[in-house]
């Protein structure tokens, strides 16, 4: 299956600023998909990005917040814009393991806004 | 649009024993595909057992397996042997596939297996 390498694995962010997340995948994918995990929660889906196409978001979240770059089949970067406290959550990146035979995951990134 | 529940917060079981973790889905599609996924500390996501709707055999991958009640939109994993390194929250997660290709995932169970 697939390894991706996601970057930085922890920040701590000041609010009103940025923060971009990395993911490297060893083998070319054709759909990546966002995560956020808030503290003590599920997973929710934010957003899965396509090369060479606009990320389609879910319900809640929008690009202006959550700008998505995939520039091409093995990398992709999210951006949380504006940060506040209630950004405080581990983001995850996601790639398809072949149709339907599961899903790997990033380590995280845990972040921090103070 | 599909939903996962896991009715069960937290779990405790001690270690060499058994432990079943429920998992129930809700969804207008026939054929779909199931997940038990494992989040230790670490927070690194390890898939455990998948499971196919159109096959009625329940999935099984060593101590863990699962039983799959189609009809009833169930979905449960059982960990035979517990071991410490077991210790985990565990998510059930339902995937649409076709046009629905992406995962939906339960709230959790913390599962502590205790020596």
């Known amino acids: 299956s697939a390894v991706i390498s996601q970057k930085p694995s922890r920040d701590i962010c000041q609010r009103g600023t940025s923060l971009t997340i990395q993911c490297q995948v060893d083998s070319q994918v054709t759909m990546m998909f966002w995560y956020r995990q808030q503290p003590g929660q599920s997973l929710t889906l934010i957003a899965t990005?396509?090369?060479?196409?606009?990320?389609?978001?879910e319900s809640g979240f929008v690009i202006d917040k959550f700008p998505i770059s995939r520039p091409n089949l093995t990398f992709s970067t999210l951006t949380v814009s504006n940060l506040s406290p209630e950004d405080s959550s581990i983001y995850l990146c996601?790639?398809?393991?072949?149709?339907?035979?599961?899903?790997?995951f990033g380590s995280g990134t845990r972040l921090t806004v103070v | 649009a599909q939903t996962v529940t896991q009715s069960q917060p937290e779990m405790s079981v001690q270690e060499a024993e058994t432990v079943t973790l429920s998992c129930t889905y809700d969804?207008?599609?026939?054929?779909?595909?199931l997940f038990w996924y494992k989040q230790p500390p670490s927070r690194q996501m390890i898939l455990v057992i998948r499971?196919?709707?159109?096959?009625?055999q329940n999935a099984t991958e060593n101590r863990f397996s699962v039983n799959f009640q189609k009809a009833a939109k169930s979905f449960s994993l059982k960990i035979s042997d517990s071991q410490l390194g077991d210790t985990a929250m565990y998510f059930c997660a339902f995937d649409g596939g076709g046009s629905n290709y992406k995962l939906t995932f339960g709230k959790g169970t913390l599962l502590t297996v205790n020596p």
């Open positions: 969804t207008s599609e026939s054929n779909y595909y």
């Open positions: 990005a396509n090369q060479g196409s606009e990320a389609t978001y």
């Open positions: 996601s790639v398809g393991v072949g149709y339907n035979y599961g899903y790997t």
């Open positions: 499971q196919e709707a159109y096959k009625q």
